[in-house]
């Protein structure tokens, strides 16, 4: 499957923005999907998935609240909408999929089989 993320941008703190997740080749329904991020010299961390099996959400502590991650079946799409930014939200987004993650390992970058190209977020404070 490929992902095409977009959407990213340049934010005062306290704004938004929604990211996008284009998926082609693949049978979108069978896919968990989820968003990380990797900031100048960190590792990169979870921010939102979906489950495939139920679509049920979850969120990395740091977002919970301010950020939700959706799909949509019938465009092949995942969005994360950003609210209420802060300077710690810049980073650059990355989309992935996964067709046989375990739920242990949703957070988990390894576990994930297709990555999008990444679309960089800057908030300034």
């Known amino acids: 499957v490929q992902l095409q993320a977009s959407g990213g941008g340049l934010v005062e703190a306290g704004g938004s923005l929604r990211l996008s997740c284009a998926t082609s080749?693949?049978?979108?329904?069978?896919?968990?999907m989820a968003w990380f991020r990797q900031a100048p010299g960190k590792e990169r961390e979870f921010v939102a998935t979906?489950?495939?099996?139920?679509?049920?959400?979850y969120y990395a502590d740091s977002v919970k609240g301010r950020f939700t991650i959706s799909r949509d079946t019938t465009k092949n799409m995942v969005y994360l909408q950003m609210n209420s930014l802060k300077a710690d939200d810049t980073a650059v987004y990355y989309c992935?999929?996964?067709?046989?993650?375990?739920?242990?390992?949703?957070?988990?970058?390894?576990?994930?089989?297709?990555w999008g190209q990444g679309t960089q977020v800057t908030v300034s404070s």
């Open positions: 979906t489950w495939r099996s139920t679509s049920n959400t």
């Open positions: 080749g693949g049978t979108f329904r069978g896919y968990s």
């Open positions: 992935a999929a996964s067709s046989r993650i375990i739920f242990s390992s949703l957070g988990v970058p390894s576990a994930y089989e297709f």
